[in-house]
């Protein structure tokens, strides 16, 4: 066994990665070494390390990483405010780049010489496994089964398993593609792939009550921020992972979070998922809420702009690239200020704002008031106005004298 390649493998317990296990050896002739990376997925890791093992694979280890996700790479994203395609709020593909360094620092702690991983051809994850190996270990070998087998669908999978007296590990009708970690869980497959069909949302949500299943009287939430990372909830302090674990069971409760979405996927394709962020949809919210007060108009609008670029960045894999690195730096400078209370309602599947505070606020009630105050007085606004509009004006003279010369 000594003599044999020892291969790595990103393991989660699913059914893509148990087929991988038997795959790998019956391919490569190798050692499995299955590494489970928790990242806060809701998973008895006692059992998925007994499962792998099962499959067929030398050991099977969990490393775990929640507060290292949440720091460093959850609070950057919410920071940037980064929704892709304003619908998704990149549970997964804020998890893959930390996924793929944690590997890599096993792989070499092993002496393994490949990494393997269960993204299909089709998706996203397959870049963000990738490019994130490829920035911390350019030597090593990646191995992506679902590029290279002969299996085609899910179903082949289920076939393949029961052909080697495998156990299944999971239910033929229930055989979503799922992906779970502290942040989210997304669904596909199944009938979503039809994107005329509603989702069956009493028997596929995990984390999030159906709206109209939410109680009938709405719940207050407060969160306070420091420098835009979230430090509290209702007062309590709290751990990020405490933290976002703890909004996830109030936001689930009142049916906060969900998004379906027909998103572009990296590849080229449209592809059609259902994300449960109950926690988190809370926490853009309020963070976006807290930016009214404390940024000011350029700055506020110019973040616009990266909010979407950071989007861009961390849906395509690009997290370990100079460009992230440097729209991170910007995003942290304008968060010195971004400190202060949210209270937010609520109610069957809605948030709505309730009041914010901070002592950073821009938000001055002597000039903002209908009622005049000494900062601010109303004819001034008379000569800013008329400069302000000068192009128009000047515009509009251009059209008289172009009339006037028409006019016989």
Same mark, same amino acid.
């Not at 949440?70 to 919410?78: G, T």
């Not at 920035?135 to 350019?138: E, K, L, R, V």
């Not at 969900?258 to 996927?265: K, P, T, Y």
């Given at each position: 066994?000594?003599?044999?390649?020892?291969?790595?493998?990103?393991?989660?317990g699913?059914?893509?990665?148990?087929?991988?296990?038997?795959?790998?050896?019956?391919?490569?002739?190798?050692?499995?070494? /299955? &590494?489970?990376?928790?990242?806060?997925? !809701?998973?008895?890791?006692?059992?998925? =390390?007994?499962? $792998?093992?099962?499959?067929? +694979?030398?050991?099977?280890e969990?490393?775990?990483?929640?507060?290292?996700?949440?720091?460093?790479?959850?609070?950057? /994203? &919410?920071?940037?405010?980064?929704?892709? !395609?304003?619908?998704?709020?990149?549970? =997964?593909?804020? $998890?893959?780049?930390?996924? +793929?360094?944690?590997?890599?620092?096993?792989?070499?702690?092993?002496?393994?010489?490949?990494?393997a991983?269960?993204?299909?051809?089709?998706?996203?994850?397959?870049?963000?496994?990738?490019?994130?190996?490829m920035?911390?270990?350019?030597d090593?070998?990646?191995?992506?089964?679902?590029?290279?087998?002969?299996?085609?669908?899910?179903?082949?999978?289920?076939?393949?398993?029961q052909?080697?007296?495998?156990?299944?590990?999971?239910?033929?009708?229930?055989?979503?593609?799922?992906?779970?970690?502290?942040?989210?869980?997304?669904?596909?497959?199944?009938?979503?792939?039809?994107?005329?069909?509603?989702?069956?949302?009493?028997?596929?949500?995990?984390?999030?009550?159906?709206?109209?299943?939410?109680?009938?009287?709405?719940?207050?939430?407060?969160?306070?921020?420091?420098?835009?990372?979230?430090?509290a909830?209702?007062?309590?302090?709290?751990?990020?992972?405490?933290?976002?674990a703890?909004?996830?069971?109030?936001?689930?409760?009142?049916?906060?979070?969900?998004?379906?979405?027909?998103?572009?996927?990296?590849?080229?394709?449209?592809?059609?998922?259902?994300?449960?962020?109950p926690?988190?949809?809370?926490?853009?919210?309020?963070?976006?809420?807290?930016?009214?007060?404390?940024?000011?108009?350029?700055?506020?609008?110019?973040?616009?702009?990266?909010?979407?670029?950071?989007?861009?960045?961390?849906?395509?894999?690009?997290?370990?690239?100079?460009?992230?690195?440097?729209?991170s730096?910007?995003?942290?400078?304008?968060q010195?200020?971004?400190?202060?209370?949210?209270?937010?309602?609520?109610?069957?599947?809605?948030?709505?704002?309730?009041?914010?505070?901070?002592?950073?606020?821009?938000?001055?009630?002597?000039?903002?008031?209908?009622?005049?105050?000494?900062?601010?007085?109303?004819?001034?606004?008379?000569?800013?106005?008329k400069?302000?509009?000068?192009?128009?004006?000047?515009?509009?003279?251009?059209?008289?004298?172009?009339?006037?010369?028409?006019?016989?």
């Open positions: 066994m000594q003599n044999k390649k020892k291969i790595v493998l990103a393991y989660s699913g059914l893509d990665t148990s087929v991988i296990i038997p795959w790998l050896k019956e391919n490569h002739e190798c050692e499995v070494l /299955a &590494l489970c990376v928790d990242v806060g997925q !809701e998973a008895d890791w006692k059992s998925v =390390t007994e499962r $792998a093992l099962t499959y067929g +694979a030398a050991k099977c969990v490393a775990d990483v929640k507060e290292e996700y949440v720091r460093d790479y959850i609070y950057p /994203a &919410l920071k940037a405010g980064a929704v892709y !395609e304003d619908k998704y709020l990149l549970g =997964t593909a804020t $998890a893959r780049p930390l996924i +793929a360094k944690t590997l890599v620092t096993y792989a070499r702690q092993e002496g393994a010489t490949a990494i991983h269960g993204a299909t051809g089709k998706g996203n994850d397959q870049i963000r496994f990738d490019l994130g190996i920035a911390f270990a350019p090593i070998e990646i191995i992506a089964p679902w590029r290279t087998w002969n299996i085609k669908s899910r179903e082949e999978e289920l076939e393949y398993l052909e080697r007296g495998l156990p299944i590990p999971m239910k033929k009708a229930d055989s979503y593609s799922r992906d779970d970690n502290l942040w989210h869980i997304s669904h596909e497959g199944l009938e979503l792939e039809d994107p005329s069909n509603e989702p069956r949302y009493n028997t596929m949500l995990q984390m999030t009550t159906p709206p109209e299943k939410a109680p009938d009287t709405p719940e207050y939430v407060e969160i306070e921020f420091k420098k835009g990372i979230p430090v909830v209702n007062g309590a302090s709290a751990s990020g992972v405490e933290l976002i703890t909004l996830n069971k109030i936001g689930g409760k009142h049916g906060v979070g969900l998004s379906d979405i027909v998103e572009n996927r990296v590849v080229g394709m449209k592809s059609r998922g259902v994300y449960e962020t926690g988190g949809s809370i926490l853009y919210y309020a963070h976006s809420e807290l930016e009214r007060l404390c940024l000011d108009r350029q700055t506020h609008s110019f973040k616009q702009l990266v909010r979407e670029k950071m989007a861009d960045l961390i849906y395509g894999g690009l997290w370990f690239t100079p460009l992230r690195e440097a729209l730096a910007f995003v942290d400078a304008t010195e200020t971004v400190s202060g209370v949210v209270r937010l309602k609520l109610y069957k599947g809605g948030i709505h704002a309730a009041g914010a505070a901070s002592p950073n606020t821009l938000y001055n009630a002597e000039i903002a008031s209908f009622t005049t105050g000494e900062l601010y007085n109303h004819a001034d606004a008379q000569g800013f106005i400069l302000y509009g000068l192009p128009i004006l000047v515009r509009a003279l251009m059209k008289e004298r172009e009339q006037e010369q028409k006019t016989p």
